[in-house]
């Protein structure tokens, strides 16, 4: 929680989620629907907030369903859930490290020598990078070292 003016007065506010990234900045994600993102006062106090974060070194955002409801994030988000916490193998991960960085490479043919379950758990954990917002991750993806 902190607290922005918002028309010379003091207001608190407190985000829906904090988002610790793997370079160390912090992200602000508020959740709203739609409609009541796009409201004239939520879109005043947004605006407030996000200078303020930014100032800070962090990012703010704003997901509503329209953002939620993409196609690849409804595929993806529960398909690389059940990965997180899984184990990547040292060998896969001097691997990614040495062959992903070159170029992006098809889902598929890192699949063939690392094994499925080890690329899912490396896009789930952030090794591997790959565009999971607009389309389902499926053999021909293109996937690059993150």
Same mark, same amino acid.
């Given at each position: 929680?902190?607290?922005?003016?918002?028309?010379?007065?003091?207001?608190?506010?407190?985000?829906?989620?904090?988002?610790?990234?793997?370079?160390?900045?912090?992200?602000?994600?508020?959740?709203?629907?739609?409609?009541?993102?796009?409201?004239?006062?939520?879109?005043?106090?947004?605006?407030?907030?996000?200078?303020?974060?930014?100032?800070?070194?962090?990012?703010?955002?704003?997901?509503?369903?329209?953002?939620?409801?993409?196609?690849? &994030?409804?595929?993806?988000?529960?398909? @690389?859930?059940?990965?997180?916490?899984?184990?990547? %193998?040292?060998? +896969?991960? #001097?691997? $990614?490290?040495?062959?992903?960085?070159?170029?992006?490479?098809?889902?598929?043919?890192?699949?063939?020598?690392?094994?499925?379950?080890?690329? &899912?758990?490396?896009?789930?954990?952030? @090794?591997?990078?790959?565009?999971?917002?607009?389309? %389902?991750?499926? +053999?021909? #993806?293109? $996937?690059?070292?993150?």
């Amino acid at each position: 929680m902190f607290r922005p003016s918002l028309e010379e007065r003091l207001c608190s506010y407190t985000p829906d989620y904090l988002i610790v990234l793997r370079d160390g900045r912090r992200c602000l994600v508020e959740v709203k629907y739609h409609a009541e993102a796009e409201r004239p006062d939520n879109k005043r106090r947004y605006d407030t907030v996000t200078p303020l974060v930014e100032q800070a070194g962090g990012l703010f955002a704003v997901f509503t369903e329209k953002t939620l409801n993409q196609a690849g &994030l409804r595929t993806n988000l529960p398909l @690389l859930e059940q990965y997180r916490f899984s184990l990547i %193998p040292t060998a +896969a991960r #001097s691997w $990614i490290a040495t062959n992903l960085g070159q170029r992006p490479q098809s889902f598929s043919t890192v699949a063939n020598i690392l094994g499925r379950e080890t690329v &899912l758990a490396a896009i789930a954990q952030g @090794l591997i990078r790959a565009d999971i917002r607009r389309t %389902p991750i499926e +053999a021909q #993806s293109r $996937i690059w070292r993150a």
